[in-house]
Nanobody
Framework: QVQLQESGPGQVEPSQTLSLTCTVS??????????WSWIRQPPGKGREWIGY???????YFNNSLKSRTSIASDTDKNEFTLQLSAVTPEDTAMYYC?????????????????WGQGIQVTVSF
Protein backbone atom coordinates (compact mmCIF):
# COMPACT_ATOMS: atom_id res chain seq x y z
CA GLN A 1 0.00 0.00 0.00
CA VAL A 2 1.39 3.35 -0.99
CA GLN A 3 2.18 5.81 1.79
CA LEU A 4 2.86 9.53 1.52
CA GLN A 5 4.63 11.73 4.04
CA GLU A 6 4.92 15.50 3.92
CA SER A 7 7.95 17.29 5.34
CA GLY A 8 9.21 20.83 5.51
CA PRO A 9 9.29 23.89 7.74
CA GLY A 10 6.26 24.63 9.84
CA GLN A 11 6.74 28.38 9.61
CA VAL A 12 7.64 30.64 6.71
CA GLU A 13 8.06 34.40 6.77
CA PRO A 14 5.90 36.59 4.54
CA SER A 15 7.33 37.19 1.05
CA GLN A 16 9.50 34.07 1.31
CA THR A 17 9.08 30.76 -0.53
CA LEU A 18 7.30 27.83 1.06
CA SER A 19 9.00 24.53 0.21
CA LEU A 20 7.52 21.12 1.04
CA THR A 21 8.48 17.56 0.13
CA CYS A 22 6.24 14.53 -0.19
CA THR A 23 8.10 11.25 0.20
CA VAL A 24 6.36 8.24 -1.31
CA SER A 25 6.82 4.64 -0.23
CA UNK A 26 5.18 1.42 -1.31
CA UNK A 27 4.80 2.58 -4.88
CA UNK A 28 6.61 4.48 -7.59
CA UNK A 29 5.78 8.03 -8.62
CA UNK A 30 6.40 6.90 -12.21
CA UNK A 31 3.75 4.17 -12.11
CA UNK A 32 1.16 4.57 -14.85
CA UNK A 33 -1.21 6.30 -14.50
CA UNK A 34 -0.63 8.23 -11.29
CA UNK A 35 -1.03 11.91 -10.47
CA TRP A 36 0.60 13.43 -7.42
CA SER A 37 -1.18 16.45 -6.02
CA TRP A 38 -0.75 19.11 -3.41
CA ILE A 39 -3.88 20.24 -1.60
CA ARG A 40 -4.26 22.69 1.26
CA GLN A 41 -6.87 23.65 3.82
CA PRO A 42 -6.70 27.05 5.53
CA PRO A 43 -8.09 27.23 9.05
CA GLY A 44 -11.88 27.37 9.00
CA LYS A 45 -12.07 26.99 5.22
CA GLY A 46 -12.49 24.23 2.69
CA ARG A 47 -9.77 22.36 0.87
CA GLU A 48 -8.10 23.91 -2.15
CA TRP A 49 -6.34 21.95 -4.87
CA ILE A 50 -2.95 23.50 -5.65
CA GLY A 51 -1.60 21.40 -8.49
CA TYR A 52 -0.20 18.06 -9.57
CA UNK A 53 2.72 16.40 -11.24
CA UNK A 54 1.98 13.32 -13.28
CA UNK A 55 3.83 10.03 -13.59
CA UNK A 56 5.26 11.49 -16.82
CA UNK A 57 6.47 14.64 -15.10
CA UNK A 58 3.76 16.89 -16.52
CA UNK A 59 2.41 19.58 -14.21
CA TYR A 60 -0.89 21.41 -13.93
CA PHE A 61 -1.81 24.15 -11.48
CA ASN A 62 -4.79 25.90 -9.98
CA ASN A 63 -5.14 29.10 -12.00
CA SER A 64 -5.39 31.21 -8.87
CA LEU A 65 -1.99 29.98 -7.65
CA LYS A 66 -0.27 29.24 -10.93
CA SER A 67 1.97 32.29 -10.98
CA ARG A 68 3.46 31.40 -7.59
CA THR A 69 3.55 27.59 -7.76
CA SER A 70 6.14 25.06 -8.83
CA ILE A 71 5.91 21.27 -8.47
CA ALA A 72 8.79 18.97 -9.29
CA SER A 73 9.69 15.34 -8.78
CA ASP A 74 12.82 13.39 -7.99
CA THR A 75 12.39 9.87 -9.33
CA ASP A 76 15.59 8.64 -7.70
CA LYS A 77 14.28 9.62 -4.28
CA ASN A 78 10.66 8.80 -5.18
CA GLU A 79 9.44 12.15 -3.93
CA PHE A 80 7.87 15.31 -5.22
CA THR A 81 8.05 18.86 -4.02
CA LEU A 82 5.98 22.01 -3.78
CA GLN A 83 7.31 25.53 -3.91
CA LEU A 84 4.96 28.46 -3.33
CA SER A 85 6.60 31.83 -3.66
CA ALA A 86 5.80 35.24 -2.21
CA VAL A 87 3.70 33.79 0.59
CA THR A 88 1.35 35.86 2.72
CA PRO A 89 -0.54 34.99 5.91
CA GLU A 90 -3.40 33.85 3.63
CA ASP A 91 -1.19 30.92 2.65
CA THR A 92 -1.33 29.60 6.21
CA ALA A 93 -2.90 26.16 5.95
CA MET A 94 -2.58 22.45 6.45
CA TYR A 95 -0.83 21.16 3.36
CA TYR A 96 -1.43 17.65 2.06
CA CYS A 97 0.03 15.53 -0.68
CA UNK A 98 -2.17 12.92 -2.30
CA UNK A 99 -2.27 10.40 -5.12
CA UNK A 100 -4.96 9.90 -7.70
CA UNK A 101 -5.14 7.26 -10.38
CA UNK A 102 -6.75 9.61 -12.84
CA UNK A 103 -6.75 13.22 -13.95
CA UNK A 104 -8.08 15.22 -10.96
CA UNK A 105 -8.20 19.00 -10.61
CA UNK A 106 -10.22 19.26 -7.42
CA UNK A 107 -9.70 18.58 -3.72
CA UNK A 108 -12.54 16.17 -2.98
CA UNK A 109 -11.11 13.38 -0.87
CA UNK A 110 -12.97 10.58 -2.64
CA UNK A 111 -11.01 11.30 -5.82
CA UNK A 112 -7.71 10.35 -4.20
CA UNK A 113 -6.76 6.89 -3.02
CA UNK A 114 -3.84 7.85 -0.80
CA TRP A 115 -3.13 10.87 1.37
CA GLY A 116 -0.31 12.09 3.54
CA GLN A 117 -1.15 13.03 7.11
CA GLY A 118 -0.65 16.71 6.36
CA ILE A 119 1.73 19.37 7.60
CA GLN A 120 0.74 22.65 9.18
CA VAL A 121 2.46 25.67 7.65
CA THR A 122 2.09 29.09 9.22
CA VAL A 123 3.14 32.25 7.44
CA SER A 124 4.30 34.80 9.97
CA PHE A 125 7.33 36.68 11.23
Amino acid sequence: QVQLQESGPGQVEPSQTLSLTCTVSGGSITSSPTYWSWIRQPPGKGREWIGYISYLGNTYFNNSLKSRTSIASDTDKNEFTLQLSAVTPEDTAMYYCARSLGYVLSPESEKYDSWGQGIQVTVSF
